[in-house]
């Protein structure tokens, strides 16, 4: 599996998001923001992943779940970590979600569920790290 997208962030840091149609091929906008900076498109992503795999998991189990809300915050001690930023290796960070499952489900359903919630490849990916290969494009 593959995802491509192009962001644009100007100097007032407005983004523009294109993303790839999966049936078309063709590159289509997907909005304008200058809300979201890059730890809440992480966050985004994160989020998007997690409630897309809990949805899938709910209809293919016959779980009445009607919608998942998740609320995510990154954090990280800046001044902490920059009084010798120079020097520092690895940065004290962490992400924390709350989950909230509506719809008619049993305490059971709901803790199972919560254990889905961390088979989303973007938490995994999170978790174990991912090699990220980046190069100059030539003009």
């Known amino acids: 599996m593959s995802e491509r997208i192009i962001l644009h962030k100007n100097n ?42 809990l949805l899938v998991y709910a209809m293919n189990h016959g779980l009445d779940l009607k919608e998942v809300q998740v609320e995510l915050d990154y954090e990280r001690d800046y001044k902490k970590d920059c009084e010798n930023c120079e020097k520092v290796k690895e940065y004290s960070e962490y992400i924390t979600m709350e989950l909230r ?10 803790q199972k569920l919560f254990q889905i919630s961390r088979l989303c490849p973007i938490h995994k990916m999170l978790k174990n790290g991912v090699e990220v290969r980046s190069e100059m494009k030539k003009e």
Do not use: M, P
Not at 104 to 110: G, I, R, S
């Open 101 to 110: 499952f509506l719809g008619n489900l049993t305490a059971e359903q709901k």
């Open 12 to 53: 007032r840091f407005e983004v523009s998001l294109w993303a790839q149609d999966e049936e078309s091929g063709k590159l289509t906008s997907v909005g304008a923001s200058h809300a979201l900076n890059a730890y809440g498109l992480l966050l985004a992503g994160l989020g998007s992943c997690t409630t897309d795999i």
